[in-house]
């Protein structure tokens, strides 16, 4: 029998110091004997968005581009929703819909996807799905840190040739650089945008600062209309202005990974589905190979799709934010819904309003590492990046 060159690893134990110290953001890679790439895999000891880019899409980034510097590698864009609408997704349930397509059409053999614990609806537990019941189990977001990579050992045991991995950037740059690693023959991977993740300690925190009744929150998301829209366990929605988190009390509620990475977008998926880019109540659609292209085909006749829109100017909100953030202002109730109602009117939209939240990450995020990790500034930071902050005056 032949014994896998791995196994001369071994997998960090639960709680265990990090390589990346207090700027891992739990992927799971140390959780497995894939530990032995670590050093080069992981996204916070070697950011290498543009070498992977050019890998998995062909080509990296033009820095010529500004569409490049904030959206990626991109071969299509469109907005969509799902013409009948997967009941209880947390939008209309494209991504799992494509994944229970790539199961029934037998693309792949499993889907890492990440369902939660039955002690707790927002502790994450990532499995791989082998029925469209396993994924579908998994539907909703999980807003905290998961170890999404944690299953690498149990997919090269399986025997499993083909496979789908559904995760957020961090998550997705490590699986990238061991990829040829996992002896499979297909990888299919869907991105999702990911900004300003918490432990689940963390996440607690959040909810109980800002939600009415934390205690019944299924799921929530910061939206384009500037509100953070909570889903009670009644069906209602909650909606709390932007403007009036309690930012003096939230500073220190995200992970310091999540305040270090400049991969929002999701740059090496093959697909990447989110919001973020697409008007009130539709999904932003991201293709950026053949290989997203195929997956996206396979329910392009269950959506309902159009062109993607851009209006408004971001750039007096972002320069405005910089300082409010970083001295934790908060607006009493009353000025933060104002404030609210007239951004929604005349604000930025569409691809525009993408802009603005990549913006206004990327400004804290540099600031954040220029002040508590000034020897990674250079290195860490995409070129990308360094050219969406220097549109920007940011305070020392």
Known sequence: MTVSPHKKAKALKSGSRRPAKELCSECGLCDTYYIHYVKDACAFLNQQIAELETVAHGRSRNL???DDWYFGVTQEMIAARKKKPIEGAQWTGIVSAIACEMLDQDLVEGVVCVQNTAEDRFQPMPIIARTPQEVLAAKVNK?????????????????MKRLL?????????????????????????????CVDNVSREGLQKFLDTTSRSPETVVHYEFMQDFRIHFKHEDGSIEKVPFFGLKTNKLKDVFAPSCMSCFDYVNSLADLVVGYMGAPFGWQWIVVRNQTGAQM???VR?????????????????VQQSIPAYDKGVTLPMWAAKMMGVVIEQIGPKGLEYARFSIDSHFTRNYLNLKRNYPEKLEAHVPEYAKKIVGQYKLPE
């Open 64 to 66: 010529d581009n500004e």
């Open 296 to 298: 996206l085909d396979l």
């Open 301 to 317: 006749e269950q959506l309902d799709t159009q062109a993607v829109m851009s209006k408004g100017d971001r750039h007096q909100a």
């Open 165 to 193: 991995v559904i995760g957020v950037g961090c998550q997705i740059q490590a699986l990238r650089a061991v990829e040829q690693e996992l002896g499979l023959e297909k990888l299919y991977i869907l991105g999702t945008p």
């Open 143 to 159: 807003p905290t840190l998961s170890p999404n990579l944690n299953v690498l050992e149990q997919i090269e045991q399986s025997g």
